[in-house]
């Protein structure tokens, strides 16, 4: 079954965003084309250890059935992906 964009944001509003705003944290739809929907963490869930569990347990788990296949993509957090980058850049020195 082929949800439509506007039903996934009506889990994500119900089922999904009050679980993670219950941890300061949140999420935002980036968009969804062919079973992919990205996502962006914000708040806590930004740059918490768990996020990667936090999309499969939570937001995956709560579209399925109303999306069949769905794959859930994260976006890069760009400053954490540019400290990374300045953590590795100082160790190669």
Request: charged letters at 30%.
């Amino acid at each position: 079954m082929k949800a439509t964009l506007e039903e996934i944001l009506g889990v994500v509003d119900e089922n999904i965003r009050p679980r993670l705003q219950s941890h300061s944290g949140d999420i935002s739809i980036i968009g969804y084309e062919n079973g992919i929907l990205h996502v962006e963490m914000k708040g806590m869930c930004r740059n918490c250890p768990s996020a990667m569990i936090t999309l499969e347990d939570t937001v995956k788990a709560a579209l399925d059935g109303l999306v069949d296949d769905v794959r859930v993509v994260a976006t890069i957090d760009k400053e954490l992906l540019n400290f990374a980058k300045s953590i590795l850049n100082k160790e190669k020195k």
